[in-house]
Structure formats: C-alpha cells, structure tokens
C-alpha cells in the first residue's frame, strides 16, 4: 500500500538519512522517531511528494494522490483569510471528493468556528481544520507530522480516535518525539 | 474542457477572489497607484495637452507598474505564508496556473480600465484624430491578456527561488518587451495617433501574446511546481 525502497535524502553534502525500507499495509500504523533535524518531517513530505526524495523509490497507494494521501503537519498553512467552511468546500473541488462540511467539522469540534476566518484561530484550532481536510477523502494512506503538538487533551484524543479509525481504513505514518505516542504505531522507525 | 478541470480551476479562481476582497493587498494598490499616476501627470501638464503617443507611453509605464505590483504576489504569496504545500497536495498545477491567471486577467482589466478611463477623464490629449473608443478598449483588453499571461508565468516560475525578486525582474524582461512594443501602438492607435491598422493589428497581436503565454504557461509551471 505505502512504501519505500533504499530511499534516501541529502541537503548539499549532508545525507539526513539513507537507505530507508518498509512497506505498510491496511493496519499498519508506522511511528517515525527521532531527534529534532533527524528527517522526521522530511520523510514526512517525501512520502507525500511535497519533496523529492535523492535516491530511492516510494510505492503510493494506487489512485489519485491527491485522495489516495492524506497529509497534516506543523509547517502546512492554511488561507489566514478563509474560514473553515471555505477550506473544506475548496478542498473537496480540488480533489473531487464529497465536502462532508458539517460531519467533519463536528469530528474535529469546530462547528462553531465554522464561519471565522482562519487569521482568528488558535494553532489548536488550526491543527484540528488540518486533520479535517487531511481525513476528507478518506485517504488510503494518513501521514501525520506530530499530530498532537499544539492540541489541548480533547484535540490529543481526537488525533488518537484518527489513528485508530485510519487503520481500519488504510495505513498510517506519524512522526513523533512523544515516546507516549509510541503504542498508536504498530512499527517503530528511529531515525538516528 | 472536463467538468472537474473546470470545477478545479473556478474554485482557485472563487479562493483567490475571496483572499483578495478581504486582504485588499493587490486591487488597492494597483488602483491606488494608477490614480496616483494619472493625477502626477494631470498636475504636470495642467492646461497644456500632451500627444496621443505619449499618453499612450505614460498609460503603459503605468499599467506596467501596477500590474508588477499585483500579480506576481498571486505566487510569491502562496510560499510566503507557507499555503504552497497545501496547494500542491489538492491540486493539479494546471488548474493552479490557469485559476491564478484568470483571476489575474480579472484583477489588470479591472486596473486597465480605470487607468484609461481616468487619463481620458483627467488629461487632455491631443491627436490626429479623435479617440477610437473600440480601439482603445481592445488595446486594454489586449493589454490585460497579455501582461496576465506574462507575469503569471513569470510569478509562476520565480515563486520557489529563494531570490525571487532578482530573478523576476530578470525573467520578465524578455517576457514584457514585446507587449511593450505592441501595447504602445495599440493604445496610441486608440488614442489617435499612428495609422489605424497598425494599432489594430497590434492590439489582436496582444490577445495573441495573451493566449500563447497562458496556454504555454502550465506546462512550465507544471515542471517546477513540485520541485
């Protein structure tokens, strides 16, 4: 469903990691680890085509990309001048995929944010419209970059409930340094 | 043109629309500039009158600016407040460069006729012959095919290098050279001054330019977009 084959990734002569193997399958939830600028992220992005990888290969679960991946992380940001009604229904023209506006932003609790522009959200808020938009299409395989960071302990179960929900759909790949959040994977990579 | 091409293309043109009327950064400064401009010259040869040809240089320089203030921003500003990846995960970068660019188009004839209107209102000029007003709408609107398609693509094309502004100011003078020459013609045409079919040729020249840039366009953008 989700791999990767001697892949590896260099930034000028640094090689941040090499030689990379797994391959995930429904249930399978990958837990990416490691030290801050170990390439957590970076695999992350890899995975979801936003960088080229320097050597190797990725597998991608069959389909349109842009349905069969979800994808969440810190660094992505959303429209400040959109609200998140706006986000959904933008998402789901682009991909092609059912908005599902109110089910979704019921999961994530922001229906009664649903019409504030996003420059008036919290980052816990933010990070919730990213897990909404990166489950809209009920992706195949769900890469999460530290899902949990920036969320209180409702928004922390509700990544948890994502995960677990994830793994009966498809696959899932987390990056994270909370070790609690170890027992959502089914694998562990450490990346030195 | 399938149906979720143009689903596509119209919902990053509706987001761009929507990002626009509630930030005011592009459309304000570019009418803000222009109305500056028509009123620095409308000072300048206050009762004199100034030669079709010339109008038509200054209307130019002014369309230039205004445009190079606005549209390469629709890019730049996407990687700026970090919205690019988000934009290249949901996608296609064809529908990206073609919403963008027809919002562009939008956003300089918008710019393109307020600009004219306001020099004819406010200056006095003076040619060989009366005003065309079909000419000089056709020269506008030429104008705005052209310089969207041209400055899009070279928004498009700049908007990941980290010395973006360097790099556009490089790329686009090839890209605007040629809409220069013909836009000066077209819109002194328009204005009274040239031979007719000069202008006229000229001013369908700019549509052209327009069409091939947008058309060329995401097939560039799309070797770049990802990388």
Redesign the interface.
């Known amino acids: 469903m989700l791999g990767a084959e001697g892949l590896g990734k260099r930034y000028g002569p640094r090689w941040l990691f090499r030689d990379l193997r797994f391959t995930l399958e429904r249930g399978d939830s990958l837990i990416v680890a490691g030290e801050n600028g170990s390439g957590k992220s970076t695999l992350l992005k890899l995975l979801?085509?936003?960088v080229?990888p320097s050597e190797g290969t990725i597998s991608l679960p069959t389909g349109d990309a842009?349905t069969s991946?979800g994808?969440s992380a810190l660094?992505?940001?959303?429209?400040?001048?959109?609200t998140a009604i706006?986000h959904l229904?933008?998402?789901s023209?682009?991909?092609?995929c059912e908005p599902q506006v109110q089910p979704l932003l019921e999961r994530v609790s922001l229906t009664r944010a649903a019409n504030q522009?996003i420059g008036e959200f919290s980052t816990g808020m933010r990070a919730r419209l990213k897990l909404a938009?990166a489950i809209q299409a009920a992706p195949k395989a769900l890469l999460l970059d530290e899902p949990s960071a920036s969320l209180d302990q409702a928004g922390r179960e509700l990544a948890e409930e994502i995960i677990k929900d994830q793994r009966e759909r498809g696959a899932c790949v987390i990056a994270t340094n909370d070790k609690a959040e170890w027992r959502l994977g089914t694998h562990v990579l450490e990346l030195a | 043109m399938s149906s979720?091409w143009r689903?596509?293309i119209?919902?990053?043109f509706?987001?761009e629309v929507?990002?626009e009327l509630?930030?005011r950064s592009g459309l304000l400064n570019s009418l803000l500039f222009s109305l500056v401009t028509v009123v620095a010259v409308s000072l300048a040869t206050f009762g004199h009158s100034i030669s079709a040809t010339f109008a038509a240089g200054m209307i130019w320089v002014a369309l230039l600016f205004a445009s190079s203030v606005a549209l390469p921003r629709c890019f730049t500003l996407e990687e700026e407040?970090?919205?690019g990846?988000?934009l290249?995960?949901?996608?296609?970068p064809h529908?990206v460069f073609w919403g963008k660019a027809l919002y562009n188009l939008l956003l300089i004839f918008l710019v393109a006729l307020v600009l004219g209107g306001l020099f004819l209102a406010l200056v006095e000029i003076r040619g060989d012959r009366p005003v065309i007003p079909w000419l000089f709408l056709l020269s506008l609107l030429g104008a705005a095919g052209a310089l969207a398609g041209a400055v899009t693509l070279c928004g498009a094309l700049v908007a990941q290098a980290a010395n973006r502004a360097t790099l556009a100011g490089t790329i686009s003078l090839p890209l605007l050279l040629p809409v220069l020459f013909l836009g000066v013609n077209g819109t002194r045409a328009g204005l009274g001054d040239g031979v007719l079919e000069t202008g006229l040729t000229a001013s369908i020249g700019l549509l052209c330019y327009g069409v091939a840039s947008l058309a060329i366009g995401p097939y560039l953008f799309a070797a770049v977009w990802?990388?």
């Not at chain 1, 023209?93 to 092609?96: E, Q, T």
């Not at chain 2, 290249?88 to 296609?92: F, S």
Request: proline share 2%.
């Open positions: 979801a085509g936003l080229s842009r991946l994808y660094d992505l940001n959303v429209y400040p001048h959109l706006e229904l933008l998402a023209r682009l991909r092609g522009r938009i | 979720s689903k596509e119209s919902a990053l509706v987001k929507q990002s509630r930030g407040q970090g919205t990846d988000l290249r995960l949901l996608a296609r529908a990802k990388h």
